[in-house]
């Protein structure tokens, strides 16, 4: 069974021969932009022999915020047309990577919902996390609107990812969901539809669309503001989360599970047998996921991205234990 065909199977809840593996991670410098990033890209997926690539978007988190100093000033957005560097650039790195690597793979571009993109935008104009949450206290109608107007412009990406650089669908990240963060009434008020505004704008064009419900803090989620998102495939953080990929297929309601391996790393140090587990344990570890979850509706993954720095033989350990069940 060929790469694309394997995946395609195995986000279809179909019979495959072995469960499809893959992982990624945050390029940096010059790998982060133009040519050296697709490069990039290219050299990591053909040296792991992974079964499908995830493009990075780096280099365009932050989203524009032009001329924004107020909360009020959300309210003036406009949208990105196709050709906001914003959009074209990134629909040209896709592309790119499509064109060498897309006949073998799946190719699937991760886009942000647009509270992220509102959150790393506002970084990039100088302010914490907790001031954006004190906009969204003082003026929810403004930050309401302007989700409005991201939402435009993530969903247009979307779209053109598919039809103009042929991504088999978006690896879609949502985040915020943090206990202390929102109440579900406010989640569902202020962020939800923004983010069903990009992911059913993506399931036009593509049936086959991953969710990622991103554990980035290393704080727990209420993934039951996300648990009826409608997307093919659901990649949850299984160690923060504490729902392993069993509970996860039930709670998700039977969709195929991405993920099983703790990933996480910061500054204090990493955590996960992905990094410290000898190679006879990290292909136990991964061969027991598939035995314990079973081939169907399943493919091996990361909670999350893992550290740029790790030796990419460890990927390929992961890799051949999983092509041997």
């Not at 915020?65 to 050709?83: F, I, M, N, R, W």
Request: proline residues 4%.
């Amino acid at each position: 069974m060929d790469k694309r065909t394997r995946v395609l199977n195995a986000m279809n809840c179909k019979e495959v021969d072995h469960v499809p593996v893959g992982f990624w991670f945050h390029f940096a410098g010059d790998e982060a932009m133009g040519e050296p990033c697709v490069q990039a890209h290219l050299k990591y997926y053909r040296e792991t022999d992974l079964d499908f690539v995830k493009i990075m978007c780096d280099g365009y988190f932050p989203y524009p915020l032009p001329g924004v100093t107020q909360v009020s000033d959300l309210a003036y957005l406009k949208p990105l047309g196709p050709d906001d560097p914003f959009i074209k650039e990134q629909v040209e790195r896709a592309h790119r990577i499509v064109d060498e690597i897309g006949k073998e793979r799946c190719v699937f571009y991760n886009v942000f919902c647009p509270f992220s993109s509102l959150r790393f935008g506002a970084e990039s104009l100088g302010m914490s996390d907790a001031q954006l949450m004190e906009w969204v206290r003082q003026d929810p109608m403004a930050v309401m609107k302007g989700l409005d107007v991201i939402a435009q412009t993530n969903s247009l990406l979307s779209e053109l990812l598919i039809t103009e650089a042929g991504c088999d669908g978006i690896y879609y990240c949502v985040q915020s969901g943090e206990y202390d963060r929102f109440s579900e009434e406010e989640y569902r008020k202020i962020v939800r539809p923004s983010d069903l505004y990009v992911l059913e704008r993506a399931n036009r064009f593509s049936e086959n669309n991953i969710i990622h419900l991103c554990g980035w803090a290393g704080n727990r989620n209420n993934l039951s503001l996300w648990q009826d998102y409608p997307a093919k495939v659901v990649n949850w953080a299984v160690h923060v989360e504490g729902m392993d990929l069993n509970e996860g297929r039930s709670f998700f309601s039977g969709r195929t599970d991405l993920g099983g391996f703790e990933t996480h790393w910061d500054e204090n140090g990493h955590r996960g047998i992905i990094y410290d587990g000898t190679k006879e344990e990290l292909q136990a570890y991964t061969r027991d996921l598939i035995l314990d979850h079973g081939k169907r509706g399943l493919m091996l993954g990361g909670d999350c991205t893992i550290d740029a720095k790790l030796d990419w033989e460890r990927i390929r350990w992961i890799v051949e234990a999983a092509r041997s069940v």
